[in-house]
Nanobody, 118 residues
Framework: QVQLVESGGGLVHPGGSLRLSCAASARTLSTYAIGWFRQAPGKEREFLATIRSGGTTSYADSVKGRFTISRDNAKNTVYLQMNSLKPEDTAVYYC????????????WGQGTQVTVSS
């Protein structure tokens, strides 16, 4: 059973930055496609970014240029660096692991709250 644990969420002012971390047990993250999604109150879950086993990355248009996904193989951890945060980035952020289709992950973390507010 895969367990994904997110950390790094919190309260930040508009324009600020946060780095989310996703640590995994029982699986080596570098062999799978790892993604980040978010869900704001009253909205559908939204795909944000993914890093594939080969290291290539993809981003949603809403975060391209502001968010960066990366992976530390030695720590078996994936990160989401979030810069220039906006109030509309407020949501619960989820780390995911996909065996075949990153848009339909097989495993989800418990989520971490990010609140962007002045």
């Amino acid at each position: 059973q895969v367990q994904l644990v997110e950390s790094g969420g919190g309260l930040v002012h508009p324009g600020g930055s946060l780095r989310l971390s996703c640590a995994a047990s029982a699986r080596t993250l570098s062999t799978y496609a790892i993604g980040w999604f978010r869900q704001a109150p009253g909205k559908e879950r939204e795909f944000l970014a993914t890093i594939r086993s080969g290291g290539t990355t993809s981003y949603a248009d809403s975060v391209k240029g502001r968010f960066t996904i990366s992976r530390d193989n030695a720590k078996n951890t994936v990160y989401l660096q979030m810069n220039s945060l906006k109030p509309e980035d407020t949501a619960v952020y989820y780390c995911t692991l996909a065996v075949t289709n990153i848009r339909r992950p097989d495993y989800w973390g418990q989520g971490t709250q990010v609140t962007v507010s002045s």
